[in-house]
């Protein structure tokens, strides 16, 4: 999926197949509007349903990417934790993990059972 920076936002590109919808919605659209013979305002009201449906994908593919996004970076940060906490607890000696220990901060947690201060080594 790319990006498109519009005013100084970024634009989520439809993917092809998507993109696709647009064509046939507009098709489709013209289609009623030319056997209705509605051609004002009926173009107009293809023009807004066309905007919101496009917005609309816009914003479940910006979802889908933020959420696939916010996935990435919270396994990247366990196993960067992961990494430096210990296997047992320096002060009590009871067993630790990225899922037991009370983080404090994204460098500190503090040990379930003595709640010993662990830090990230410098």
């Known amino acids: 999926m790319s990006k498109k920076k519009k005013n100084d936002r970024e634009e989520?590109?439809?993917?092809y197949p998507w993109q696709r919808i647009q064509g046939a919605l507009w098709l489709l659209g013209l289609a009623v509007i030319a056997w209705q013979d509605w051609w004002w305002p009926g173009i107009l009201v293809?023009?807004?349903?066309?905007g919101l449906t496009q917005a609309a994908l816009q914003l479940y593919f910006s979802r889908q990417e933020e959420a696939k996004t916010a996935v990435n970076e919270q396994t990247r940060l366990q196993?960067?934790?992961s990494a430096w906490l210990p296997s047992v607890c320096p002060n009590c000696g009871g067993p630790l993990s990225v899922a037991t220990v009370?983080?404090?901060g994204p460098d500190t947690a503090d040990c379930p059972y003595c709640k010993a201060n662990l830090k990230k080594p410098a």
């Open 12 to 15: 989520i590109e439809l993917p």
């Open 46 to 50: 293809l023009a807004a349903i066309s």
């Open 79 to 81: 196993q960067e934790r």
């Open 102 to 104: 009370n983080w404090t």
